[in-house]
Each structure stands twice: as C-alpha cells, then as structure tokens.
C-alpha cells in the first residue's frame, strides 16, 4: 500500500531559480533516499501574503507530492529536520500533510500575482486583502470550509494507528 503525502512550503520572495532548482533537488534526493517517489513539484507563484511572515509581505509558494511504500515515520522526520535547519535561510514555512492514497491528485490553485490574475486585479495587486476584510471574506470562509472538509478526511484509522504504532515499536 502507498502513502501518499504533500508539503505546501512557503519561501521569501526573492527566491532566485537557482536556490529554487537546489531545493528540488534537495528534496528529491531525499525522498528517494528513504524508498520514496517524487509524484510533482510545483512553483504556484507568488502571492501577497495575508499578514508579514519574516517582515516580508509576499511569498512564493511551492507543492510537492510524494509516496512512500511503507508507514514509517522516518522520511517524514527527514523532510521536517531539512526544512527546519539546512532550509531554513529560504523557506519561510510548511506544512505536511498526508492525502487519501486513492484519491486523485487533482486541485485547485489560485492564480499568482505574476500570473495577473483576475483577483489581483480587483484588490489592487493584493491577493487576499488587507486583513481579510472587504470582497476577500468570502473567498476566505469558502477557504476555511474547505480545510476543514480536508481535515476530516486526513485523519488516520485506527488500523493505521496501529500499524504506524507497531513499525515505531519494532524501530525501537
């Protein structure tokens, strides 16, 4: 059975190509170090950033998707110990999350601000507005709901509770 994970990683925006290109690699390299497969990487853009992450107003964010074949805890303390020390100059932050191995690795991305999108236009070059306020509130609470929808369907079984508990045991 595969496990399938995304990292959504945000990093400052005067990331050059090349320390983007370095990351790629980094990570591939990792992931396929630790019996895993690189599924996509992608650069989404930059965006205006909803409040000052590292006094810096916009971001460019990135996704990778990555499978592994077995439950193990390793890989994915390998990819948060990567992003906490050896990146941590570049990515301003992450989150890793484990996805439904069957479902399909569609979504929805927002456009960018280099990419002139129509929401950048109506808020004067501001992806999300100042603070959430004015016509980003309802993109927001459609937002909201649909990370807590995701939410519920990222929580483990208890089967793979157990399974994750007794690969950590025989670790041990």
């Known amino acids: 059975m595969a496990y399938r994970y995304e990292t959504l990683f945000l990093t400052g925006p ?24 690189l599924l996509s990487y992608e650069r ?49 932050r992450y989150v890793i999350t484990k996805l439904d191995a069957n479902a399909p690795l569609a979504y929805q991305r927002p456009e960018s601000l280099e990419e002139g999108g129509s929401r950048a236009r109506e808020t004067g070059g501001r992806e999300y507005g100042p603070r959430g306020y004015g016509k980003d509130r309802q993109f927001r609470s459609q937002s909201a709901d649909n990370a807590d929808h995701s939410a519920e369907n990222n929580t483990m079984t208890q089967e793979e509770i ?11």
Not at 162 to 172: K, P, V
């Open 162 to 172: 157990e399974e994750f508990s007794a690969a950590d045991s025989a670790e041990a």
């Open 14 to 37: 005067y990331l050059t190509s090349g320390e983007a290109e370095s990351i790629e690699k980094t990570l591939t390299k990792l992931i396929s170090a630790n019996g895993g497969r």
């Open 44 to 92: 989404w853009g930059k965006y205006r950033l909803a409040y000052p992450v590292k006094a810096h107003e916009f971001g460019i964010y990135f996704l990778m998707r990555f499978e592994t074949d077995t439950l193990s805890n390793d890989l994915l303390k390998e990819v948060d110990a990567l992003f906490k020390i050896k990146l941590n100059d570049l990515v301003m």
